[in-house]
């Protein structure tokens, strides 16, 4: 057998509700209830709206830099949906609020954390999910690790780790998956490919037909599937994450999706990219097609919609109250949050908030007296 | 780029200076090649490579994957292969992931080769905090490439130096880390040559004379500090020193200072322990130690994780830490 | 792992009492667990972790793929995940990989989610030169590590101070880095005690007491400075600090005993320019200034790249060099 | 299409000369002549003998630690010889020292490189080898680099770049490979499977059916090639290589071999594996096999084998002979080749081979008169 096949592999895509709102009944079998995809297209009218809102204040001057979220909610929500809450814990990049957000994180922690507070990355007790990342690439690491724990300690508790497009252009992501694989982990990597990170498009991040092969090279179940869709990004996550519970090792998903907003606020995507690009994915807005299905079912009207926006609009002022309403950090907390116990040299620096050295002892320097 | 109407009038900034240093070096010399995250098309997050692409095409202007031991690895490659690389690290503090190749393989490869393979390229990497910036784009990590042999550390202050140490650096034929403070990068105008110069490496700079007490820093703190200088009573004559390139240290040129001053007052950025600072107050120590009359004094960062920007001022060295370390340094 | 024959009669060696304090540990904590190249079923390359599998089983003491922030990183996950991981990097030389989870993630968490998410690791990395290793095997990145908040870096010089250091850093609930000086591995044997004990990270150590001058140094270089100790004059009353822990630094022993002193010599492998060296030396001028008879001496290695192991012994500081410099300062 | 077909791949196995040493005939043509064989033979004898008096010298405490290259020698011949000497690059690891060789790497420079001497690592003008390289994996990132500036200066020049089964699992590894398919640089990345990185067997290092199946992740093109086998070798890498020079991209192969020596003479291997599986490895030598086809073609016999294992060991005495006899490295070395041009602080250290610096003015300290 001089020529033989040593390896062969593949990857199918998976969608179930397509960009006009029509459901494939058969694969949709088993996926969301009525109940559910009616709540969950309302969370997501909500999400967008605070989304929106956090885009405003960043041009009001009342927020730093902010990553609208916007565009990629039906991946945010059909992968959070499919894990449980308080058990499972998420791991997230800076794009998928939605999906802290249904976990528990409450909602203005991400306004804070992109008003430049710590205390938006202070995970309240009980909420099972990790501070945003901002090293791309880094965070898949620590979700591979924590599960590895939840095996080790035979606990039914899995990970799902987010990130983007570029993120897989990192060493750590690849190292990741490796460690994931090798020791069987229940960790779930899902990559919102939104087609772009920052100016540079997919097709130039990597020479791949998609991202989901690159699971392949571990042997690692990959599936990619529409990310706009709900219901393929609920049904292809929710089956990888019970695969990952039951002792099936880890998984990878694609969610082909898209960036419909800038980068950040600091962004302007005009530079480069079509308007015809960003134009043909508006319309494959998971909100739309979503709301066109449940419209076609009976299930949802404009009073509805109308009653929806009213809610979204009003968890976006709270949110936004609560956020600007707290107390200004103190900057002691710097200091005090640096190590279990403060050391000798942060306590000086605490309390005298200098770094120069005089002051220590100032009868040495013969100052006793000022 | 050609200059713009505005520059003309009123001075380039720290980009603009960059930003024309590049492309006259990529027009003199065709093995100049820029390449990182997002700097072709887009011309770089801070616009310091803008319009470059068009005019030297993506060929010459990359926009890289996302990987920042990539960019650092690839561009040892090409330096090897005789190209001249400057790669962009798109903030400080992610260099992490391109720490290895930058200091286990760019630092060495001339010392372990005997000469036979060396590494000329201009890493460009924005540093340092006071933009509002989100987390870990606001660090100063400098010492630890001063205390990497093989790398020469180049930190420029004003546009005008920008440009001359650029030019210099890539043009130097060893590994040149190139730290852009972001804080400076569009405060500041100046009217440069429009024509190439250079400014020698491991060379500081007297920004203003003085004789009762030295005043050493780099970076961004240059104008923290020139800003302190108004504060000070009218009677207290401070020499301010920016260093321009730490990593080699210009030793003579802060020895000449202290050796007139007696006093020392060291500001950085960067956390106090074992940052850049200890080094310059033990050179001080070493070599004027005769001449002292104070303790040479650091003014820096605190020694925790750079806070998110609501802390940041709090957290960076004021023109105030400043102004009381000085007094108290001179009232010794 | 239970103490052989020759253990009992000779004592303990470096990497027996670490041994003993990892096995010791994963008895009383099953959240220990050790993770790294080869540590399992071989060992460790240098066999520190022998025997820990068998007892423990491999998915206590594993055996992980090549790849260093993987390790680290995975090691991060776990220890958020409430295990109490212990990591090894082979060789210090192989931290560069590492470099970004360890300083921009383990580092950070605690602050950075003001206390709601730690990092309790040790990560253990066999240090230093003078061995006849490979390249990259004979590094001294200590500098870097105690620059960098949110880190403690313990560095024990003794089998008895490991086994005390170790434990205390394993139960620490934040990131440590544990450099084991390669050269003294298996170089001492020293009688300690067999049950448990704990040495407070951030305690220097008085090796021996002195008026007329201050040694200060840490790991295999406590070594070369006793050895020095020998040749000084009779007359030449020298004391000798083990810093052990350099971060956090205890810069109350070296002040207690500069003041007595008044003179100081440092001494450690890494290179000079802005070494660790330099933040004691800065700190005993900026504390002890009116104390100080003569400048804060460094004996230090070379700015160089860590030679290949024909000329390491060059570089490293030797006896003599130490020697000298003390000679020196004491006659300023 | 609610579920499709988004990616296929597959990696294909190449063998010629079998473990008996029979040849596929059609498979071989085109690829090495008789002559050829009978001299790359001969120049692997030489190789092993070598490699076998670079042990013993460690043994002897003559060297420092030595990885031995024993077992892989088709891998590192085969590939070396499908580049162009003086035009094509090779960046090696430390296990392909037969591939240097023929390159025009002295052969007492490895020696000297294991004997702790820098000028081990100092590549002659003219020889286009990187020096051996100790971090795992980091090294196909400076391949990937040459090999663009190749392509960017228009130069039908290919880079080789080496590396073993465990590098695959570094995160470099993955940059690289990324990086060259995404410029589609004319770099070939030859991983030596030797089934073992120190202690830990390749199927603990990755859950993975082959290494070959990790360049499907970037498209690239790859082979799982009998790395033991002179003839699968040499067409894989030359088809690599050609293709590479005409501009068609990178390329992967594996080749899968063993390690038949402990990791390096630091190591024990029998602490960790089996002595059958070694002895089974050591039917299938690369230097077995070729001799029996050689043999039994008639182009070999006990006398030429005779004269070959007398010419490597004349070659052996006078590698040990030229990288003993040298002069011993100057200290000063360290200082001179830090950079181009001394700094004036390395001048000082250089001429007072210390860091202490009272002396450095002593006049200052009042020790003028010392
Ligand atoms: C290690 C690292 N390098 C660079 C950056 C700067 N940066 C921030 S976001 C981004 C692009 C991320 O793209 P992708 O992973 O596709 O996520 P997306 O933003 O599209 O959701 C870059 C380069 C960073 N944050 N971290
Ligand atoms: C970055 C790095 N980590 C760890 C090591 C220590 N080390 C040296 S060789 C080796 C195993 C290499 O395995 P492989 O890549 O399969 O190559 P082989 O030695 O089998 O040829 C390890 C872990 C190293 N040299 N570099
Ligand atoms: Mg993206
Ligand atoms: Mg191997």
């Known amino acids: 057998m001089p020529i033989r096949t040593a390896y062969e592999g593949k990857v199918e895509f998976l969608q179930i509700l397509d960009e006009n709102g029509v459901l494939d009944e058969s694969l949709a079998k088993g996926t969301l209830s009525d109940d559910d995809v009616v709540e969950l297209y309302t969370y997501m009218v909500k999400c967008r709206a605070v989304d929106e809102t956090a885009f405003k204040l960043q041009r009001a001057k009342r927020m730093g830099t902010y990553p609208q979220n916007k565009g990629q909610e039906a991946a945010a929500i059909g992968s959070g949906f499919a894990a449980r809450r308080g058990v499972d814990w998420l791991v997230p990049c800076y794009r998928e609020n939605a999906a802290l957000w249904m976990h528990g994180q409450p909602m203005h922690y991400v306004f804070m954390y992109w008003m430049g507070d710590e205390r938006g990355s202070q995970i309240p007790e009980g909420v099972c999910t990790l501070p945003l990342c901002v090293p791309i690439g880094t965070q898949m690491l620590h979700a591979t690790g924590m599960a590895w724990a939840f095996k080790m300690r035979k606990e039914p508790r899995v990970c799902i780790t987010y990130f983007g497009d570029g993120a897989t252009s990192e060493g750590d992501f690849h190292e990741a998956m490796n460690f994931a694989s090798a020791f069987q982990v229940p960790c779930v990597f899902f990559c919102q490919n939104n087609q772009w990170a920052i100016s540079v498009p997919r097709e130039q991040q990597m020479n791949s037909a998609t991202v989901a092969q690159k699971a ?37 998903i694609e969610a082909v999706t898209y960036r419909l907003a800038d980068h950040t606020t600091a962004d302007d995507a005009r530079r480069y990219r079509d308007a015809q690009e960003v134009d043909a994915w508006m319309g494959k807005d998971p909100l739309i097609r979503l709301r066109k299905y449940l419209t076609a079912k009976g299930l949802w009207d404009d009073a509805k919609q109308a009653a929806a926006d009213e809610v979204a609009k009003q968890t976006a002022s709270e949110v936004v109250r609560s956020a600007e309403g707290i107390t200004p950090p103190v900057a002691t907390d710097m200091f005090d949050y640096t190590f279990e116990s403060i050391t000798p040299e942060l306590e000086t620096q605490r309390a005298t908030m200098r770094t120069h050295s005089l002051g220590q002892r100032p009868q040495q320097a013969g100052l006793a007296a000022h | 780029m050609p200059r713009t109407e505005q520059m003309m009038k009123q001075g380039l900034t720290l980009v603009d200076a960059i930003n024309e240093a590049l492309y006259q070096e990529m027009e003199r010399d065709s093995r100049v090649v820029c390449l990182g995250e997002d700097v072709g098309l887009n011309g770089g997050v801070f616009r310091v490579t803008e319009g470059l692409q068009k005019v030297f095409g993506p060929e010459r202007v ?76 606001s660090d100063s990590p400098e010492a630890i490439y001063a205390h990497t042999p093989g790398l020469k550390v180049v930190i420029p202050s004003t546009p005008y130096d920008a440009k001359g140490l650029l030019l210099s650096a890539i043009r130097d034929p060893d590994p040149v880390v190139f730290f852009e403070p972001k804080r400076v990068y569009r405060s500041h105008r100046e009217q440069i040559p429009e024509d190439e110069y250079t400014i020698p490496l491991g060379k500081a700079k007297v920004v203003a004379e003085g004789t009762d007490l030295t005043v050493v820093t780099w970076g961004a703190c240059v104008h923290t500090c020139n800003e302190a200088m108004d504060h000070f009573p009218e009677d207290a004559s401070v020499e301010l020193i920016d260093l321009r390139t730490i990593a080699p240290l210009d030793i003579e040129a802060i020895v000449q200072s202290v050796e007139k001053t007696g006093r020392c007052v060291i500001v950085h950025e960067a956390p106090k322990t074992a940052g850049f600072g200890a080094e310059v107050a033990t050179v001080i120590q070493e070599r004027c130690f005769l001449h002292l009359r104070a303790p040479v004094q650091r003014v820096t960062g605190f020694d925790v994780m750079m806070p998110y920007y609501k802390l940041e001022q709090q957290y960076l060295p004021d023109a105030k830490r400043v102004e009381e370390a000085v007094l108290q340094c001179l009232a010794y």
């Open chain 1, 216 to 252: 392949l090279a571990y042997d690692m179940p990959t599936t990619q599937v529409d990310g706009n869709d709900l219901f393929a990004v609920y049904k292809a996550t929710r089956d990888a994450v019970e695969r990952a519970r039951s002792g099936g090792g880890p998984a990878f």
């Open chain 2, 62 to 137: 990359i926009d890289t994957p996302l990987s920042e031991s990539g960019i650092m690895g690839t561009a040892i490659g090409l330096a090897m292969a005789g190209m001249r690389p400057v790669p962009e690290i798109q903030f400080e503090g992610f260099m992490g992931p391109a720490f290895d190749q930058l200091v286990n393989h760019a630092a060495r490869y001339r010392n372990r080769s005997r000469g036979s393979v060396t590494v000329p390229m201009t890493v460009r990497v924005p540093w340092g905090g006071g933009i509002h910036a989100p987390e870990l784009h």
